[in-house]
């Protein structure tokens, strides 16, 4: 080979590395299926937790300690407040019931209010640091978990507000934190401070098992696709997103994620970890059948939480924002090169 030809070659080999290395991948921060598409100004400077939405109306319920805010999902706008709580945490919806269930940590209690109009029905007692909130549709129960407790509470979803009390608590022998139902009859709840999750029966309202989040640890956020029978739970420390089987418990994969995970959720293929150290982590699973991290989105310090709108596909994530400027709510849509 000529010094010629050896030099072009080298040079031709040097141009493709380049060329390579320049193509933007979907691990790449900024690039990807997902983008920041909307920052909704709401104000406020109370804290907050668990957002939920209502996909049907487009309304977002965002707890803000003493009250809860109804905004417009398209907008931002501030569409009623639900006052007459002292540390509220989540929201469940019934649509099927016309109501609403806010869990209340300080007041140990849980609110009920009218869907339509906003209005504080009653309150049910639940027990100190009621958290993390849903609807299991099998049971037509709604299930709030009690940190300091180490309890899980149903509530029947027609339950009078104004005189009814919620079932017996189910006792989880450790600390949870959040909660996911595959709607037929199975209730999943991390464990915190046992790197566990636990697996409750809703027909007998007992835990009939208890898995291990390893490789994560500190599990915190906890979703779920109920087609192909997954869980996704967001780990703290280690810092992962574990992939789980909603059957067995099997660990089929284990992910890198953000600092201070607070959330997680699946839509449309796509498995979400919101952190507070600003990234949004975004997994899919590859043709392979085991999930991988396609992006890593930019978002806002202190943007821990977040829920999902299943008929647009938007992700909603509450943010505070550096004084004076208001508290917001990120909306992350499909990118339009998807």
């Not at 937790?49 to 003493?66: E, F, G, N």
């Not at 129960?141 to 009690?146: G, I, T």
Request: glycine content about 8%; hydrophobic content about 40%.
């Amino acid at each position: 080979m000529s010094t010629f030809t050896r030099a072009c070659l080298n040079t031709s080999i040097v141009v493709a590395i380049t060329l390579l290395s320049a193509r933007p991948t979907f691990a790449d921060k900024g690039t990807g299926p997902f983008r920041v598409s909307q920052t909704m100004a709401v104000g406020g400077d109370e804290s907050w937790d668990y957002v939920a939405v209502d996909a049907d109306r487009k309304l977002l319920y965002l707890p803000r300690s003493s009250h809860t805010m109804v905004i417009d999902a398209t907008n931002g706008k501030i569409v009623s407040d639900i006052p007459g709580q002292k540390h509220n945490h989540g929201v469940a919806l019934v649509p099927s019931a016309g109501r609403g269930f806010i869990s209340d940590g300080s007041d140990a209690a849980v609110v009920v209010f009218d869907l339509k109009t906003s209005a504080v029905l009653g309150k049910i007692k639940a027990e100190e640091d009621a958290d993390g909130i849903i609807y299991d549709p099998a049971s037509r129960k709604v299930f709030v978990v009690c940190g300091d407790a180490s309890v899980a509470i149903p509530i029947p979803a027609d339950v009078d507000p104004a005189s009814g009390k919620a079932d017996a608590p189910i006792q989880l022998g450790g600390k949870p934190e959040y909660l996911a139902s595959d709607g037929q009859g199975k209730l999943y709840i991390d464990l915190v401070d046992k790197d566990q999750v636990a697996v409750v029966d809703t027909k007998t309202m007992q835990v009939v098992d208890k898995w291990s989040t390893r490789p994560g640890g500190k599990p915190v956020g906890l979703s779920i696709d109920p087609k192909q029978r997954r869980l996704f739970v967001g780990c703290r420390n280690p810092q992962k997103l574990i992939v789980m089987s909603a059957d067995d418990g099997k660990v089929i994969g284990d992910l890198p994620i953000g600092a201070g995970c607070d959330g997680t959720q699946f839509d449309n293929g796509y498995a979400f970890a919101s952190c507070r150290d600003a990234s949004l982590t975004v997994a899919h699973e590859n043709s392979s059948g085991k999930f991988e991290v396609v992006q890593t989105l930019k978002t806002r310090d202190g943007a821990k939480t977040l829920c999902v709108d299943p008929t647009t596909h938007s992700v909603f994530l509450p943010a505070p924002s550096p004084k004076p400027n208001p508290f917001v709510v990120l909306v992350v849509t499909p990118s339009s090169d998807r």
